[in-house]
Each structure stands twice: as structure tokens, then as C-alpha cells.
């Protein structure tokens, strides 16, 4: 593939997963559609898309997906939604980041992995920007909304280990995409009564599911196979800090300085640890 068009597909999956948390903080924030039915809309949504891309391949699809997979990946997007109900986009893009890498590096540790000095450095640095990020105060996110977002990363994050190394990543996300829809379905029957929506919530959700959701999966793991492994973690580094930008410039969020620094501190630790760790690709990209 030529390096112009990884390019362009690489940017244009990072701005689909900053997206993904600005519609959601959008569609809640303006109460046109609740989270259950958002998180619904989002993966029957993004099922439908991602099975088209896969009847249009012009190789037979060898992935199916799994149950498990289906329900973390579920979980992601059920407790993603509900921390957006008090989350700004800027912090729970952070915290989702934050947890997902978190939960990646703890799983290899418990698999025997060794890291440097200089990754230990990064771990603690990281944490240390949580810290200030959770510290009580007048600027501190909800600590129980701060908690499902954070529960969220852990889920995606286990989601990304159990796909790796997958050979046709399209048809093994489309298959757990279509499993997640009779979860939904159980979810809305037990929050019957509780749900609401809108046309523009509904098309916020919509555009969550097939465009930031199907079609940014399709643009990163067609850009994937051409990135180096440190390449595609460091770019990864962008997204948070695309949410908190579009945040501030489309959803009129405020830039704070607490989440200046525990951002430097989370994204900067993160970068010593994953740019600098062996091991192979990343398989699924966080959001």
C-alpha cells in the first residue's frame, strides 16, 4: 500500500475512535437518547456495517468471532456509554486510553514479560497522572462515572489480547459486533421504561456504529499490516488528545489545567511503555 493512502486511512481511523467518544458525550449530554439505547443503536449498527464490508470482500471471510470476545466487547460499549452520562469527552477518552494500555501491559507482566527501568518509569508516571486526574476537587471527574469508563479500558483492553494475532480481524470483529446485538436486546428489556430517544440521538448513534465504529475498524486494520509496532502504539497516543480538542472546539468542554498535566503524565508514561515494549502488532486498536 502505498504510504499516502496508510496515511490517510491511519488518520482517519484515529479521528473515527475520537469520534466515538465525542457523539457519544454529545447524544447524552443533549438527553436525546439514553445510554442503554445509544449502546444498542451503536453495535446493531455497527454489525450491519461491518457485515456488509465483509460480503464485499472479494476473499471469503475465515473469521467468526466468539462469545467471550462478544461480551467484553459489549461491556466496552454498555459501561462507555453510561460514563458518558457525567464524563466530558476529554477525561473519559483519557481514562479509556489510560485503562486499556494498563490492562495490556498488566496481562503480559502476569504472562512473564519483563519490562526496562525506563518502562517501569513510565507505569509510574502514568499513575501518577491518574492520581491527579481522580484527586478530589472542584475540576475532578464524577469518581463513579470516572469508574465505568476506567472498567471500560480494562474490557476493551482484554478484548484487543484475546483478538491478537488474528488473521482476518474484519470477519472476526463483525462476528462479535453480530453477537453483541441479542446482549442489547437483553439490556434494553431490563432497563424497559427507562429509555428515551430522539432523531438526533438516534443518528448520533447511528453514526457511532457504522462510520466511527464499522467503517474505523475497516480504515485501521487495513492501515495496520503497514505500521511498525511502535509506530502503531505511539499513534494511538493521538486519540485522547483529538477528543479533548474536538471536545473544546465542538462541545464547548474547558480545557482545564488538571487535565493538562495528568494528561501529559498519562499519555507521557504510557509512550515510554509501549513504544519501547517487545512483542508483536497491536491487534485491535482502542477507541
Not at 481511523?13 to 457523539?23: H, K, P, T, V, Y
Not at 460480503?55 to 461491556?75: D, E, I
Amino acid at each position: 500500500m502505498p504510504l499516502f493512502h496508510t496515511t490517510v486511512l491511519t488518520g482517519l481511523a484515529m479521528l473515527a475512535f475520537a469520534g466515538n467518544s465525542l457523539l457519544c458525550r454529545l447524544a447524552l449530554q443533549s438527553h436525546s437518547i439514553d445510554a442503554a439505547s445509544f449502546t444498542a443503536v451503536r453495535l446493531a449498527s455497527g454489525a450491519a456495517m461491518l457485515a456488509l464490508v465483509v460480503s464485499l470482500k472479494r476473499a471469503p471471510s475465515t473469521g467468526v468471532g466468539n462469545w467471550t470476545s462478544a461480551g467484553l466487547l459489549f461491556a466496552y460499549a454498555a459501561l462507555f456509554s453510561f460514563a458518558y452520562g457525567s464524563l466530558s469527552a476529554g477525561v473519559g477518552a483519557l481514562l479509556l486510553f489510560g485503562a486499556v494500555q494498563a490492562t495490556m501491559v498488566g496481562v503480559g507482566l502476569c504472562r512473564g514479560e519483563a519490562l526496562s527501568p525506563r518502562q517501569w518509569g513510565g507505569l509510574v508516571l502514568a499513575f501518577g497522572g491518574l492520581v491527579v486526574l481522580l484527586r478530589p476537587g472542584l475540576s475532578a471527574p464524577p469518581l463513579g462515572a470516572a469508574l465505568l469508563m476506567l472498567l471500560a479500558g480494562v474490557a476493551w483492553g482484554l478484548y484487543s489480547l484475546l483478538g491478537k494475532g488474528a488473521t482476518d480481524p474484519i470477519g472476526v470483529t463483525a462476528g462479535n459486533f453480530l453477537r453483541t446485538v441479542p446482549l442489547s436486546l437483553l439490556m434494553l428489556v431490563l432497563v424497559q421504561g427507562q429509555t428515551s430517544w430522539s432523531t438526533a440521538g438516534l443518528m448520533y448513534a447511528l453514526c457511532s456504529g457504522m462510520l466511527t465504529s464499522g467503517l474505523g475498524y475497516v480504515a485501521w486494520y487495513a492501515a495496520l499490516p503497514q505500521l511498525k509496532a511502535g509506530a502503531a502504539a505511539s499513534i494511538q497516543l493521538s486519540v485522547p488528545l483529538l477528543a479533548a480538542i474536538g471536545a473544546v472546539s465542538l462541545l464547548g468542554e474547558p480545557w482545564t489545567m488538571r487535565l493538562t498535566l495528568a494528561g501529559a503524565a498519562i499519555l507521557g508514561g504510557i509512550s515510554l511503555v509501549v513504544v519501547t515494549r517487545s512483542g508483536g502488532r497491536p491487534a485491535v486498536a482502542k477507541e
